[in-house]
Each structure stands twice: as C-alpha cells, then as structure tokens.
C-alpha cells in the first residue's frame, strides 16, 4: 500500500498512549503457555508480529482468548503442547522465530517453521548451532528458514559465549537450558534487553548473573501471573523524535517501558541535547515512566559498539534526528542492523538521502552530517517493507513542506498498526 505523507510546518501537542512492548508482549504469550494456570496480560499489543507468536502457540493446542486490549492464555508446560497441523507461520518476526526455536526444540513431535520473504533471509545459524550442540535437531538450509525442527528428547546443558550481542539468541537459549539436563552457563559479549530473565522470575522461575554470565537451572516451575505490558519505548521513540524535531512541540507519553536496556536512545537524545524528562517511574515487574518531551535543537553525537543493543532498534530515528543535529553524528560498531527486517543501514541511507540528508554508509554503521532542511530530492519513499523504516520516514516528511509518496507504508503493521493515527492526532 502506498501513502501520501503528512508534510510540514507542524508541531506535535498533547497525549499519547503507545501500544504495549513487543518483546514483552511476544514473551508473554511464551511464558503464559510454558506455565501452569492462566496468565492475562493487559495493554498487550496486537500487532501482526505479535499476532503470529499467538498463532503458533494456538497451533500448538494452548487456549488464548483475546479482548481489545488483553490477552488470556491457559497455561499447559512445556510437555502439555499438541502436535501442529501445518507448519507454524512466523510471519515477519525475527523475535517469534529464534525465542520458538529454542523454546520447542525438545518436543515429542517434528515441526516446521515458515516466514515471508525477508525473515527467510534473516540469520537463524545463530540459535541453530548452539541449540544444535546441546542436542536438538534442525534441517534448514544455510541457516535460514525454513526449518524442520525434528523430535527430540533431551537437551544437553550448555556452556556458551554468545558471538552477537543479542537478546533472542540469549533468549532461545535461556528457553532451551529450562529443559536441558543439567545446569547451563551462557555468557553474553554486552548486555541486551533482559526481558526473558524478569519474566522467568515473574513467573517464579530463577536464574543467577553474574556480570554478562547466566546460569540456568533446568526443570523450574512456573506459575501463571497477571500482568500490565508497559509502553513500547521503541514505538514511544517515533514521538519522541517528532516532539524533539518541530518547533513549539510539547507531548506527553504516559507509562512507557524504561528498562536500562532500553532506554539507549533517551539516553543518546539527552546528550544530543535533547529536552525529555522523567515525569513519574514506577516499579513494577519492568519500570516504567510518564515521559515529557518539549522541541530541542540537537547536537552531534558519537556512539560507539557498547551502546548500540539498548538503541538497536531506535537507529533509524537517531540518524534522522542527526540530519537536524548541529555537526556530525557518528554511528559505528552497528553491523547487526544489517541482518533486521532490511538491511537498515543501507534502507536508511537511500531513503534519508531521497529528503537531501548528509550521509555515508559504512560496514557498520553511519556518519551523518547535520543540520540539513529535508526536502524532495525523490518524492518517492519506499519503507522496503520494514516497518521502522516506514515510521522513521512518515516522521521526518513531517520536518518538510514537499509532498512524498511512501511505498509499502502498511509494513506498520508489524510493530504498531495504529500508529498513523496516533501521529495525526498529535499534530497541531
Ligand atoms: O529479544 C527481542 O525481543 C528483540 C531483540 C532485538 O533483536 P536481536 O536480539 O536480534 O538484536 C531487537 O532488535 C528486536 O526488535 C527484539
Ligand atoms: C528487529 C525487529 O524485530 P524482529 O527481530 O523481531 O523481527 C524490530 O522490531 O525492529
């Protein structure tokens, strides 16, 4: 579907309520199902992502019920799931995919996984070969999907140092050393969103840190709970930008999720010089917060590889807010954004540069050179289907006057279905 964007001047004003956490959302049906008793999680988000971790588990036998804006679902354990009837469809989600291969990798029954054109692209050997060694049983080629996971028995312990700062390999492992036969140990290279071990402990399951050391105990009980999904800060990201960016902004973002492992991009827009403030933390099974952000005019930055999980997928909004930043924005140490729903370094450098922006393209990141009014160099825009970059390119027609055409806008879907909504409702 294309669209025609909302073009400038405007400003951004007034309250808005972003839809709840993807990875929580996804993390709680997984949880919900792996446990005993019912789970309901309220503010959940529905979006097509989401939508098809859902879809799986159904497929797999467990009940889960819907209303606008909750989920329930009647736990089962890992040994109460039902053999599927066709394959189990991930859709576009790289998060459904890797956390679901690890966490069915010990079932009695075969299973085969399937997704559209881009997740059949993105890199799976990263679960696979560790999952592999512990025991579990995959054909896939050249580490893509498809994958046929075949039936498996046992799951030896793991004693691993994860290669790639990510959370859904740590993630898919974590799920795999709950059913393996001893004690794991897994070692991260930098901390990632730590979403899977607070729920494991909200679910009265456990596991120890130790600086970037997990160890996992196996064959935990885990309990359903009730519980509020906060807001997606990455979807909170796109305001944020707005706000930051059009002058004479004010907006108000109730309960958004703010895990230090997430909150990368509050971080690097305050040393930009941005004007966010905290306006109420609460602590919950995940904190969260009312955010406040007020128009800003922005400087450069540098960020480096430690940084980049807890802004990972906030990129494509720090490289805009870098075309309005006075000076030069360097991103480096960024190379897995080339393995995301596209190849974002170089989506948001094609695109970015259709609006007249400043920037190069390297192996692992960019360098942006700023401040520069966007304008129509093409008014063709193209999300190529990836619906950050579809959302970071709806907020920065908001910063011209040109009128732009956007490809494939509905990829939105994915992460945020009413989020164009949302953004009309706030500008003034
Ligand atoms: O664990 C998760 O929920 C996610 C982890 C990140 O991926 P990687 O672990 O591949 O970095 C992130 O980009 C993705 O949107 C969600
Ligand atoms: C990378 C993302 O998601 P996933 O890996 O789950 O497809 C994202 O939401 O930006």
Same mark, same amino acid.
């Given at each position: 579907m294309d669209k025609t964007l909302q073009t400038g001047p405007v400003q951004l004003q007034g309250t808005c309520l972003v839809p709840g956490d993807k990875s929580i959302s996804h993390r709680a049906i997984m949880f919900g199902a792996m446990a005993k008793g019912q789970t309901t999680a309220k503010h959940f988000l529905f979006s097509e992502d989401c939508l098809h971790t859902i879809g799986a588990f159904k497929a797999l036998g467990v009940n889960i019920q819907t209303t606008t804006d909750s989920v329930t679902i009647d736990g089962v354990g890992l040994d109460g799931l039902k053999p599927p009837k066709g394959p189990l469809d991930m859709g576009n989600s790289g998060t459904s995919t890797r956390l679901l291969l690890g966490l069915l990798s010990r079932q009695a029954f075969d299973m085969d996984f399937i997704g559209d054109a881009s997740l059949s692209k993105r890199p799976m050997g990263r679960v696979l070969d560790p999952l592999a060694s512990m025991g579990a049983k995959f054909t896939a080629t050249a580490g893509h999907l498809p994958v046929q996971v075949a039936a498996n028995a046992h799951l030896k312990p793991l004693d691993y140092h994860i290669p790639v700062a990510s959370a859904q390999v740590k993630s898919a492992l974590i799920f795999a050393a709950l059913q393996a036969d001893g004690v794991s140990h897994l070692t991260e290279k930098l901390a990632t969103r730590d979403h899977t071990e607070r729920m494991l402990r909200y679910f009265g399951g456990? /596991?120890?840190?130790? +600086? @970037?050391?997990? $160890?996992?105990?196996?064959?935990?009980?885990?309990? !359903? #709970?009730?519980?509020?999904?906060?807001?997606?800060?990455?979807?909170?990201?796109?305001?944020?930008?707005?706000?930051?960016?059009?002058?004479?902004?004010?907006?108000? /973002?109730?309960?958004? +999720? @703010?895990?230090? $492992?997430?909150?990368?991009?509050?971080?690097?827009? !305050? #040393?930009?010089?941005?004007?966010?403030?905290?306006?109420?933390?609460?602590?919950?099974?995940?904190?969260?917060?009312?955010?406040?952000?007020?128009?800003?005019?922005?400087?450069?930055?540098?960020?480096?590889?430690?940084?980049?999980?807890?802004?990972?997928?906030?990129?494509?909004?720090?490289?805009?807010?870098?075309?309005?930043?006075?000076?030069?924005?360097?991103?480096?140490?960024?190379?897995?954004?080339?393995?995301?729903?596209?190849?974002?370094?170089?989506?948001?450098?094609?695109?970015?540069?259709?609006?007249?922006?400043?920037?190069?393209?390297?192996?692992d990141g960019m360098i942006i050179t700023g401040p520069t009014p966007l304008h129509a160099v093409d008014t063709n825009l193209d999300s190529h289907g990836d619906h950050r970059i579809a959302m970071m390119l709806m907020v920065a027609a908001l910063l011209s006057q040109d009128h732009f055409k956007l490809q494939n806008a509905d990829a939105v879907n994915v992460s945020y279905p009413k989020f164009y909504e949302d953004l009309l409702a706030l500008i003034y």
């Amino acid at each position: 579907m294309d669209k025609t964007l909302q073009t400038g001047p405007v400003q951004l004003q007034g309250t808005c309520l972003v839809p709840g956490d993807k990875s929580i959302s996804h993390r709680a049906i997984m949880f919900g199902a792996m446990a005993k008793g019912q789970t309901t999680a309220k503010h959940f988000l529905f979006s097509e992502d989401c939508l098809h971790t859902i879809g799986a588990f159904k497929a797999l036998g467990v009940n889960i019920q819907t209303t606008t804006d909750s989920v329930t679902i009647d736990g089962v354990g890992l040994d109460g799931l039902k053999p599927p009837k066709g394959p189990l469809d991930m859709g576009n989600s790289g998060t459904s995919t890797r956390l679901l291969l690890g966490l069915l990798s010990r079932q009695a029954f075969d299973m085969d996984f399937i997704g559209d054109a881009s997740l059949s692209k993105r890199p799976m050997g990263r679960v696979l070969d560790p999952l592999a060694s512990m025991g579990a049983k995959f054909t896939a080629t050249a580490g893509h999907l498809p994958v046929q996971v075949a039936a498996n028995a046992h799951l030896k312990p793991l004693d691993y140092h994860i290669p790639v700062a990510s959370a859904q390999v740590k993630s898919a492992l974590i799920f795999a050393a709950l059913q393996a036969d001893g004690v794991s140990h897994l070692t991260e290279k930098l901390a990632t969103r730590d979403h899977t071990e607070r729920m494991l402990r909200y679910f009265g399951g456990d /596991l120890t840190t130790a +600086g @970037l050391t997990l $160890t996992v105990t196996p064959k935990q009980h885990l309990t !359903g #709970q009730d519980l509020t999904v906060p807001g997606d800060p990455s979807s909170a990201a796109f305001f944020i930008t707005a706000a930051t960016l059009l002058a004479g902004s004010d907006v108000l /973002l109730p309960n958004v +999720g @703010l895990n230090t $492992t997430r909150i990368g991009f509050l971080n690097i827009i !305050g #040393q930009m010089n941005g004007a966010i403030s905290v306006e109420k933390m609460t602590e919950g099974f995940e904190p969260t917060g009312d955010l406040r952000v007020k128009h800003a005019q922005l400087t450069g930055v540098t960020i480096t590889k430690e940084a980049i999980p807890a802004v990972i997928d906030e990129l494509p909004l720090v490289a805009l807010c870098a075309t309005q930043a006075q000076g030069v924005t360097t991103i480096s140490g960024a190379e897995e954004l080339r393995v995301k729903e596209t190849d974002r370094i170089s989506t948001i450098t094609q695109e970015l540069r259709k609006m007249g922006a400043n920037i190069e393209e390297k192996p692992d990141g960019m360098i942006i050179t700023g401040p520069t009014p966007l304008h129509a160099v093409d008014t063709n825009l193209d999300s190529h289907g990836d619906h950050r970059i579809a959302m970071m390119l709806m907020v920065a027609a908001l910063l011209s006057q040109d009128h732009f055409k956007l490809q494939n806008a509905d990829a939105v879907n994915v992460s945020y279905p009413k989020f164009y909504e949302d953004l009309l409702a706030l500008i003034y």
